[in-house]
T-cell receptor
Framework: AQSVTQLDSQVPVFEEAPVELRCNYS??????LFWYVQYPNQGLQLLLK??????LVKSINGFEAEFNKSQTSFHLRKPSVHISDTAEYFC?????????????FGTGTRLQVFP | GAVVSQHPSRVICKSGTSVKIECRSL??????MFWYRQFPKQSLMLMAT?????????EQGVEKDKFLINHASLTLSTLTVTSAHPEDSSFYIC?????????????FGPGTRLTVT
């Protein structure tokens, strides 16, 4: 069975500092990997995804994540965070490409950016 | 855009009563809608998948007679928690897949906080 582990429930960081949110998964088949962000009082929004090809994927707002098959990880990074990045971040996996309906989520990491 | 709304955002009900939660895709047609449940400090757990005009598919361990799902149109799905008990208190989230988009693309609603007293 698939599972997703986000070890850090909260990550406090000062503005303009770098940040890494960790995500590890377990699966016996090839997977698609996702990061979702949830701002206060809003629904989850897809931040970035890995389906195939280049293992480094980037979002439009400066986040990037790298798929590491040997370490079964998909950590999310940003070199310099902004106050507006404060949100809950969820890592998710699906059995791609044959069962992409079902998303398995991690428990989420709350990123708190301080001025 | 692809906006999904949920109503109500918060609801408190007494034990033994039923409560209905609506999930609407506001600016697109949703072939499939998903219902998730989230306990505090835990991950979102998929409860069921519903396709317009057909019966919902429930995940293992989810009581279909307790959590009634109706997907009567391409823009509306409802989740009814019947005979609610305090252990049903949770955060319920829906998502929708847009017609013509890849199956892994889901658009999420803001969630509904249910408290059963």
């Amino acid at each position: 069975a698939q599972s997703v582990t986000q070890l850090d429930s909260q990550v406090p960081v000062f503005e303009e500092a770098p940040v890494e949110l960790r995500c590890n998964y377990s699966s016996s088949v090839s997977v698609y990997l996702f990061w979702y962000v949830q701002y206060p009082n809003q629904g989850l929004q897809l931040l970035l995804k890995y389906l195939s090809g280049s293992t480094l994927v980037k979002s439009i707002n400066g986040f990037e994540a790298e798929f590491n098959k040997s370490q079964t990880s998909f950590h999310l990074r940003k070199p310099s965070v902004h106050i507006s990045d404060t949100a809950e971040y969820f890592c998710a996996v699906s059995e791609g490409p044959y069962n992409t309906d079902k998303l398995i989520f991690g428990t989420g990491t709350r990123l708190q950016v301080f001025p | 855009g692809a906006v999904v709304s949920q109503h109500p955002s918060r609801v408190i009900c007494k034990s033994g009563t039923s409560v209905k939660i609506e999930c609407r895709s506001l600016d697109f047609q949703a072939t499939t809608m998903f219902w998730y449940r989230q306990f505090p400090k835990q991950s979102l757990m998929l409860m069921a998948t519903s396709n317009e005009g057909s019966k919902a598919t429930y995940e293992q361990g989810v009581e279909k007679d307790k959590f009634l799902i109706n997907h009567a149109s391409l823009t509306l799905s409802t989740l009814t928690v019947t005979s609610a008990h305090p252990e049903d208190s949770s955060f319920y989230i829906c998502s929708a897949r847009k017609l013509g988009e890849p199956s892994y693309e889901q658009y999420f609603g803001p969630g509904t906080r249910l408290t059963v007293t």
